[in-house]
């Protein structure tokens, strides 16, 4: 709906003109929302004819060549990506660049050595070579390594929602960047079909004769974890007394939300040295864990090599290790033309509602409308009291597209009925689109995680970022996008909190955890260190169950 003005003809006021273009307005909401949920998922050949119309609370705007920000964007992301991948085999590796609106940070030298070091290590060293062959023979026959041993190993093992999961694989990856391991997933059915092999001329995916079996049976009570072997006096973590024949043939690294004391001593130096000596370590955690290896010395000065402003690490290696897969790209980009690449600014809005943590609907989209008034998010509206210097104000005209990715419908609605029933100052038009609303988060569902990767993505290719603290959903497309979004805060007993948001002073992701653990052995320069790793600005103060730090610059 345009704004109304002075030197617009009066609207009719028999009421015939207003319902038919309030009718209008909601036909085209109803035709712009519903092929995302009927055709995008379901009957991708139907999708293309949706894609020549678009929607914006002033009416159609036709969409027959869809444009894409960033045409001359450099694919290989500064050469952080190898050249030389086959293309059609994964399109969103070298097309995904066009459509990020924000690459702040250049990868170091040092990083784009490392990544070459590690691709020839895993070509070299990967499943279906004689290294691998010969590790696994090892791990088979229940026998400890040798010291001649040319590759070890990590295994990523999933846990927990695609946020957690994305967050975690990364940590793993620079984990293997700095151990001088290969890196590889025990891919489950509802993690299949997501991703595409982010290293040329090999696999991340473990064989599934792989050893080890029923690797989902393991967890903190397990007697093959890191914990119980040291409580059990079955490994030492005294460096001087490890050698690769004195330690098991592979340890078991639990690290999720629920580790024990004994298994929070991966954390530190000097079972750093031990754990090298281990020539598998099969590693379960649904943490960024990134934060704490800044912690050990072991690793700490060449993470400053790698990554000279610290709060690019995420950004940079989530750029370089996720790739959606063609079926999972195809979402992204389908909807992204048909829906978002013609506004000349595209707002992402992540609402999260933790059931620990809830608020009624109305009393969370008061939270978000407070939030947005504040920081100048979402446009103002007419008659808006608190619009006094908006942005979208400026007589630009500036079209507009809000795309909300939340499990729920309703804040979707809400804020359609916003700008439906009020037009934006300045006069810009403006598109409110909600691509699913599964009402629940679905555990071990292929079809559910590939809805929420297409949403991380199409959030990270937004111009401005609204997400929920403490959400990894949010944290992975902030760090995707190269922003420092806007969070809002999350309820402390189910009460509002009094401050809607903050900014984020970083786009580096809560290590929603403090290692808190006696180390011995080397140690890092603490006061150093405090200058760079921060309490999170999102988690409420006096949370006892819930602590978190985070890399700033």
């Known amino acids: 709906m345009e704004k109304k003005s002075d030197d617009r003809p009066a609207r009719r006021r028999d009421g015939k003109e207003e319902r038919m273009g309030r009718a209008g307005v909601v036909l085209i909401v109803c035709l712009c929302t519903l092929p995302f949920l009927v055709f995008l998922f379901r009957a991708p050949a139907v999708w293309h004819n949706a894609a020549k119309l678009t929607a914006t609370a002033g009416g159609l705007v036709n969409v027959s060549r869809p444009s894409v920000a960033g045409g001359g964007a450099d694919e290989l992301f500064g050469g952080l990506l190898a050249p030389g991948s086959d293309r059609r085999a994964c399109l969103s590796r070298y097309q995904s660049p066009r459509y990020y609106k924000h690459s702040p940070y250049a990868p170091s030298p040092h990083l784009l050595q490392k990544l070459r070091d590690y691709e020839a290590r895993h070509k070299k060293c990967g499943p279906g070579t004689p290294p691998y062959a010969k590790s696994v023979d090892h791990l088979s026959s229940g026998s400890s390594s040798t010291e001649d041993d040319e590759c070890n190993y990590v295994v990523w093992i999933p846990y927990n929602g695609l946020g957690n999961r994305m967050l975690s694989l990364l940590s793993t990856f620079l984990y293997a960047l700095l151990t001088g391991r290969v890196l590889l997933v025990h891919s489950t059915d509802d993690f299949t079909d997501l991703f595409c092999e982010p290293f040329p001329g090999g696999t991340w995916a473990l064989p599934p004769d792989f050893p080890v079996a029923d690797m989902s049976r393991l967890g903190a009570r397990s007697n093959e974890s890191y914990g119980n072997l040291l409580d059990g006096k079955k490994i030492s973590n005294d460096p001087a007394k490890a050698t690769a024949r004195s330690v098991p043939p592979y340890v078991y690294l639990h690290l999720a939300h629920d580790l024990r004391r004994s298994d929070r001593l991966f954390y530190c130096n000097d079972d750093q040295l031990v754990l090298a000596k281990v020539n598998w370590l099969l590693l379960q955690n649904d943490f960024y864990f990134v934060p704490a290896l800044y912690d050990m010395a072991e690793f700490e000065g060449e993470l400053r090599r790698l990554f000279p402003a610290m709060e690019s690490a995420s950004h940079l290696l989530g750029r370089?290790?996720?790739?959606?897969?063609?079926?999972?790209?195809?979402?992204?980009?389908?909807?992204?033309?048909?829906?978002?690449?013609?506004?000349?600014?595209?707002?992402?809005?992540?609402?999260?509602?933790?059931?620990?943590?809830?608020?009624?609907?109305?009393?969370?989209?008061?939270?978000?409308?407070?939030?947005?008034?504040?920081?100048?998010?979402?446009?103002?509206?007419?008659?808006?009291?608190?619009?006094?210097?908006?942005?979208?104000?400026?007589?630009?005209?500036?079209?507009?597209?809000?795309?909300?990715?939340?499990?729920?419908?309703?804040?979707?609605?809400?804020?359609?009925?916003?700008?439906?029933?009020?037009?934006?100052?300045?006069?810009?038009?403006?598109?409110?689109?909600?691509?699913?609303?599964?009402?629940?988060?679905?555990?071990?569902?292929?079809?559910?995680n590939q809805k929420a990767l297409a949403e991380i993505y199409l959030l990270s290719f937004s111009d401005v970022l609204l997400t929920t603290g403490i959400s990894t959903f949010g944290y992975m497309s902030s760090s995707l996008a190269g922003l420092r979004p806007t969070m809002l805060m999350i309820a402390k007993d189910h009460k509002v909190p009094e401050t809607p948001c903050v900014r984020a002073v970083s786009m580096e992701p809560c290590f929603h955890m403090t290692p808190d653990v006696k180390c011995r052995g080397k140690a890092v320069n603490k006061e150093e260190l405090s200058r760079h790793v921060k309490e999170c600005e999102d988690v409420p103060k006096g949370m006892k169950w819930i602590k978190g730090i985070k890399l700033v610059d």
């Open 320 to 448: 370089y290790l996720f790739h959606p897969s063609n079926s999972v790209w195809g979402m992204i980009t389908r909807y992204y033309h048909s829906y978002l690449a013609q506004a000349d600014e595209r707002i992402g809005v992540q609402i999260r509602m933790f059931s620990w943590a809830s608020i009624p609907v109305d009393d969370m989209y008061d939270q978000i409308m407070a939030c947005s008034r504040r920081e100048r998010i979402l446009p103002y509206v007419d008659g808006d009291e608190a619009n006094t210097t908006s942005t979208a104000a400026d007589g630009s005209n500036k079209s507009k597209a809000i795309l909300i990715a939340s499990l729920q419908g309703e804040y979707y609605e809400r804020i359609k009925s916003t700008y439906y029933e009020h037009a934006a100052e300045g006069g810009g038009r403006v598109g409110v689109f909600q691509p699913s609303h599964e009402e629940r988060q679905t555990m071990g569902q292929r079809s559910h």
